[in-house]
């Protein structure tokens, strides 16, 4: 299975290709099409994502989709579970497992919750034919937190997951977010993000998980939103390769960065930055969500008729991106 499992991480970061995270739970969908004033209807989301993933040719720049528990029973109008249509571009198909946060201790941090019910749940999935699995724990930054505590008990919770999902057969995604909410500097959220990367890699490797058949979802080292202090796509690209330097060991296949709140233009240009960098014994690629289909739900709006034109826009923003993983994008590609 080890071997199995590996050949699989390996797929999910094959040359140039990237992750679409298709797994936004109902209050995000609802969020999302708020922004397009459209109703999250279970028909809309459905039409949704059918226009994504039935979108000609993003097999050359998509490796695999995380997918939400109601996307992995939906269908196209054809009547083609969703997971099939991407089995059929050669895409594998993955699950967001967690249950969202929360609270932990009295400093208003949260830990992630879903463990307890994991085991069952995958049985459920693999016979949907799902290959691989994504567990979030985030951390703030602020006074006095992250707390070495929720560090510790996140780090937990995600090298429990991953030794559940090798165990059934699922390649796990591991994904510890440092958020950019606040006005902290690029140095703060370097120092916090080695930290939440060391304990969770020294936690991984206690629990004997294999390093070999997972991937790592990490966030950019970035300034906080708030913060007076920007940084330059090469300062961005030189914290973020140092931290992973000095926390991720070798034997990890991969690195697929989440976007967080960036912009898709800000995420595909740090991802260049990143990549312009030189050689690594792991690749570097994307798991994007936000910053992939922002432009596919601007220009589809819910109507039937914007179908082509959104399809465009992911496959677009999709090809930048593939372009960013060869440290190959420039700005003036946008159009």
């Known amino acids: 299975m080890n071997n199995q499992l590996n050949l699989i991480a390996k797929a999910l970061v094959v040359d140039s290709k990237g992750i679409l995270a298709a797994d936004e739970s109902l209050p995000t969908m609802e969020k999302r099409f708020d922004q397009i004033k459209v109703e999250s209807t279970e028909e809309n989301r459905r039409e949704y994502r059918e226009i994504l993933f039935t979108t000609s040719g993003i097999e050359e720049f998509i490796s695999g989709v995380i997918l939400f528990d109601e996307t992995v029973y939906q269908k196209t ?14 895409i594998i198909p993955g699950i967001k497992v967690d249950e969202g946060k929360e609270p932990f201790g009295q400093s208003g941090e949260m830990i992630t919750k879903g463990i307890d019910t994991l085991a069952e749940r995958l049985d459920k999935y693999r016979k949907e034919g799902l290959k691989f699995t994504k567990w979030r724990a985030v951390f703030s930054i602020g006074d006095g937190i992250p707390s070495k505590e929720v560090i510790n008990k996140n ?19 591991v994904e510890p977010e440092v958020l950019m909410e606040g006005d902290h500097d690029l140095a703060a959220c370097e120092e916090v993000s080695r930290k939440v990367f060391y304990t969770v890699f020294s936690t991984l490797e206690k629990r004997k ?3 070999k058949g997972m991937l790592l979802k990490p966030n950019m080292v970035l300034p906080g939103k708030e ?22 060991p070798e034997e990890v296949p991969g690195m697929v960065f989440l976007s967080g709140g960036q912009s898709p233009e800000e995420a595909t240009t740090n991802l260049n930055a990143i990549n312009s960098k030189g050689n690594y014994s792991w690749k570097l690629s994307f798991s994007f969500g936000r910053a992939l289909q922002k432009p596919v739900l601007l220009a589809w709006k819910g109507k039937s008729e914007n179908a082509t034109m959104a399809k465009k826009a992911f496959s677009e923003r999709a090809r930048l991106n593939s372009l960013a993983c060869q440290g190959k994008y420039k700005p003036e590609m946008e159009k």
């Open 77 to 90: 109008k054809d009547g083609v579970p969703f997971p099939k249509v991407l089995e059929e571009k050669g």
């Open 155 to 173: 780090a937990e919770l995600l090298a429990e997951f991953a030794f559940i999902s090798q165990q059934k057969g699922f390649v796990p995604i």
């Open 209 to 211: 998980v294999n390093l």
């Open 227 to 248: 913060s007076s202090k920007k940084a330059s796509p090469k300062e961005i690209a030189n914290s973020t390769l140092r931290v992973l330097e000095r926390t991720i």
